[in-house]
């Protein structure tokens, strides 16, 4: 008779599953490690930490300013606006499956899955969030369910999904990081994802939201993604982070060769956005156009080289006053910035704008 439970016989041991990870040194080396004594990498732990602190929910964004500000928009931004939200619908559900499908299973620390962990309930919101931003500002069911297929539908999107969709193939397959030749793929992953996806594509949607905020508009939209930036700036930080030890465990994967994969790969995303970029501008917004886009774009291009140690390529300036104090420049003091705006058990009047 068959039982629906393995018997004690079937079951791998604790000790079976520890056997292959207790000569394990590098982060990438394949395995499952359980043990968070003695810890391995507690500046991990401290970034789970750190993101806790920062909890927000959907229910505490208010959009009802933004309808009566929709009303307001021409047709040129309106256009602009339903862009972005189709874009938001699926943006952040392509990161949380790269980050189940390939992160949480390759990063070989109980720390870093910690951490992965807390992230993936952070898309979660953001999901949520994106859900809540499209049933206000497109009340029509068609237009939701139009928005909702932009993968398919909507030319400038489809590139930038296939993009991402393009960079998960590479390594949907590994199942563990054997060899040299395996731990470049999944760099190249774990890179795209930090620099190109939630560093450059997500960037660039939020200087739209942020061009609008500039003139008065859609204050709610605005307050969501002061939180939805600071937890991609803290998941972007992590993945450099990753990239960080990775390179002082094995140096010798940051060669010339994956310089040129990255600098490439970022020269990609660059173009892919920019494509985006004239959906969204037509011939042009007052304040907002192609042109100027491609400058931000390479301006924060450049920042993700420098921080991942490559030369910069553009050299290109911001062009947007309105982001300068969204710290699109480099990021590295994120952590010593202990921002009160939305915390757990804060008390009293708390105003969400002030920092940004």
Not at 14 to 37: M, V
Not at 142 to 171: G, H, Q, T, Y
């Amino acid at each position: 008779m068959s039982s629906a439970h393995p018997s004690p016989d079937h079951r791998p041991s604790t000790a079976a599953l520890r056997a292959d990870t207790s000569t394990f040194k590098n982060l990438l080396d394949p395995g499952f490690e359980l043990t968070l004594r003695p810890m391995r990498y507690p500046d991990f732990y401290e970034r789970y930490r750190d993101a806790i602190k920062n909890t927000w929910t959907v229910e505490e964004v208010d959009l009802h300013s933004d309808v009566a500000d929709l009303a307001k928009l021409s047709e040129g931004e309106q256009h602009m606006i339903g862009r972005l939200v189709a874009f938001f619908a699926t943006g952040d559900s392509i990161v949380a499956n790269n980050l189940v499908l390939t992160l949480y299973k390759h990063i070989n620390s109980p720390e870093a899955r910690l951490y992965l962990s807390r992230q993936l309930f952070e898309e979660a919101v953001h999901v949520q969030f994106y859900l809540t931003l499209l049933d206000t500002y497109l009340p029509d069911p068609a237009d939701r369910a139009a928005a909702f297929d932009a993968v398919e539908n909507i030319p400038s999107i489809r590139e930038k999904a296939e993009f991402c969709f393009r960079w998960i193939n590479e390594v949907e397959k590994l199942d563990r990081l054997e060899t040299q030749a395996d731990r470049r793929r999944f760099l190249l992953n774990l890179i795209c994802f930090a620099a190109c996806i939630e560093g450059l594509f997500f960037y660039g949607a939020f200087a739209y939201v942020y061009w609008f905020r500039s003139r008065g508009l859609l204050h709610g939209l605005a307050t969501g993604t002061n939180w939805v930036f600071r937890d991609e700036t803290m998941h972007m930080s992590f993945a450099f982070e990753v990239v960080d030890t990775v390179r002082k465990e094995e140096p010798e994967l940051f060669d010339d060769q994956l310089r040129h994969q990255v600098t490439d790969m970022i020269r990609e995303a660059v173009e892919a956005e920019l494509q985006f970029g004239r959906d969204l501008c037509g011939e042009g917004l007052p304040g907002m156009n192609t042109e100027s886009m491609r400058q931000y774009l390479e301006c924060v291009a450049d920042q993700r080289l420098a921080r991942l140690g490559f030369a910069p390529v553009y050299g290109s300036e911001n062009p947007f006053s309105f982001m300068e104090l969204q710290g699109v420049q480099e990021l590295t003091n994120f952590f010593e910035r202990r921002p009160s705006a939305y915390q757990v058990a804060v008390e009293g009047s708390v105003s969400f704008d002030d920092e940004f």
